[in-house]
């Protein structure tokens, strides 16, 4: 059984940072992209960053590059999401998320985590 168990969200000021962690388990993921999507309340889940299990070649959001940083640890099994200078605007449940294709569409990707929540006040 697939588990994505997303950690590290919380209230934090404009400005400042948050790490997220998304521990997997289940199954092997070395052939599979892991990624971050967020929510907030009325909006579309969207894309945030993704990476390779395999090679580590990471993608990122427009709205996210330069502030946000994907890794993973291949021997914990976890990949984490860095955020540095958070604004109001990226106030949303962030999802930890597992698939084998390379794209930014929600609905394509295979395992979902419950979500963290991320708040960030002006």
């Known amino acids: 059984q697939v588990q994505l168990v997303e950690s590290g969200g919380g209230l934090v000021q404009a400005g400042g940072s948050l790490r997220l962690s998304c521990a997997a388990s289940?199954?092997?993921?070395?052939?599979?992209?892991m990624a971050w999507f967020r929510q907030a309340p009325g909006k579309e889940r969207e894309f945030v960053a993704a990476?390779?299990?395999?090679?580590?070649?990471?993608y990122y959001a427009d709205s996210v590059k330069g502030r946000f940083t994907i890794s993973r640890d291949n021997a914990k099994n976890t990949v984490n999401l860095r955020m540095n200078s958070l604004k109001p605007e990226d106030t949303a449940l962030y999802y930890c998320?597992?698939?084998?294709?390379?794209?930014?569409?929600?609905?394509?990707?295979?395992?979902w985590g419950q979500g963290t929540q991320v708040t960030v006040s002006s």
């Open positions: 998320a597992a698939g084998r294709r390379n794209t930014i569409v929600a609905s394509a990707w295979d395992y």
């Open positions: 289940g199954r092997t993921f070395s052939s599979y992209r």
């Open positions: 990476i390779s299990w395999s090679d580590g070649s990471t």
